[in-house]
């Protein structure tokens, strides 16, 4: 039985190694998926630029123009995995229970064959007016330095991030934040309590007023797609040795926001947090920096994009209303470069798991409604 070209072509995806080096120091990154994908979307007819972001690390941007001008409509994945660690065989696209297993196979390579299987099925027919626009970014897993960086060439009127949606329509999500904190104390032997000042006990005063700042957050009146904001603690380091005061102790902590929270919010909640605790004992030392911080993205349930691709899935008996997703994407940083933006892929499930996989028949129904959606904004 011959295999479906969507599903041959996502098998090839997951057979090439694309763990991001930001995530994994020493990793193979995008360099060979992009080489790939770039000579895949020659082959169907597309015009191909491949933008170099850092060093072997390229997005792959396929355009297909029409007969005359109208809409542009862009297609959008990323090309970086997370890592393999617990993994058997990563790379091995295994087939089974109409499940396709493997490192990126729901995140986001099943997206990715589906929007460029798309594009294959358009070009074979051509487009009438305006430009179909397929891009394959890379580092979504880390800074996004991909999506910021096509969103400098390529503009569109609409575009679909094809993330792992089940097949709903996502027209918001989570934004968030990484705060750095240390606390300060100072070195002694463990033995003269009057020398030292203990920065990991000071940093436990911290950790209550976070948790106790998660609870107030979590019982805000929730967003109605995406719930309520929410913070938890990532990592901590502290001390050099067992008999000694601990000097200095580090910890970063996420902040996940919702739509409506203030740039530079976040930053103030720290500051304030640890002001406060200064206030009640003098002694007390501590700083807040924000690490990195990425919106959260919301889209109208109105506008004309989200509206269009419910059309057509309830055309094909799959019904979608909208939804929020929890996971940050690319369609923040399109969002902000004033592409109105939905996020709609396959379903599956062991994201950033060591038992990853995507729903095959989800694959071809997400290709097929993309090139249903495409055909109304790129055919008369």
């Not at 502290?238 to 919702?258: D, F, H, K, N």
Request: proline share 7%; aromatic share 4%; with cysteine.
């Amino acid at each position: 039985m011959l295999r479906d070209p969507c599903i041959s072509l996502l098998r090839e995806l997951i057979a090439i190694d694309s763990v991001n080096p930001s995530l994994v120091p020493g990793a193979t990154g995008e360099g060979p998926i992009a080489a790939a994908l770039a000579a895949h979307l020659r082959r169907l007819g597309l015009d191909v630029e491949v933008q170099d972001v850092r060093p072997g690390r390229p997005n792959v941007v396929g355009t297909l123009t029409g007969r005359s001008a109208g809409p542009f409509l862009m297609f959008c994945g990323h090309l970086d995995t997370v890592g393999v660690e617990g993994m058997a065989a990563p790379f091995d696209p295994v087939e089974r229970n109409g499940r396709i297993h493997g490192r990126g196979s729901q995140d986001m390579k099943g997206g990715v064959a589906a929007m460029v299987d798309a594009a294959r099925v358009l070009a074979s027919g051509g487009v009438d007016r305006g430009r179909l626009i397929v891009a394959a970014v890379m580092d979504e897993e880390y800074e996004s330095l991909g999506a910021d960086a096509l969103v400098t060439r390529w503009q569109a009127d609409a575009a679909v991030v094809t993330e792992p949606t089940d097949l709903q329509i996502g027209i918001a999500h989570k934004g968030f934040a990484w705060l750095d904190v240390v606390t300060h104390g100072r070195a002694a032997h463990g033995s003269r309590p009057q020398d030292g000042r203990d920065a990991i006990l000071r940093m436990g005063r911290v950790l209550q007023r976070l948790e106790a700042l998660d609870s107030e957050l979590q019982a805000r009146p929730p967003h109605p797609l995406l719930g309520a904001p929410s913070l938890h603690a990532s990592i901590i380091r502290g001390g050099t040795e067992i008999s000694s005061y601990p000097a200095r102790c580090e910890l970063q902590v996420e902040r996940r926001t919702v739509p409506g929270e203030p740039a530079g919010g976040v930053e103030e909640e720290g500051r304030t947090l640890v002001e406060r605790l200064a206030r009640e004992d003098p002694e007390f030392q501590a700083e807040v920096r924000l690490r990195f911080a990425r919106p959260a993205h919301e889209l109208a349930s109105d506008h004309a994009l989200p509206a269009a691709l419910r059309a057509v899935l309830r055309d094909m008996g799959v019904g979608s209303g909208p939804v929020g997703m929890s996971f940050w994407t690319d369609a923040a940083v399109l969002g902000m470069a004033g592409i109105p933006s939905v996020l709609f892929g396959p379903g599956g499930a062991g994201l950033h798991s060591p038992d990853e996989y995507v729903t095959t028949a989800d694959v071809l129904t997400c290709r097929d409604a993309l090139v249903r959606l495409a055909s109304r904004y790129l055919r008369s």
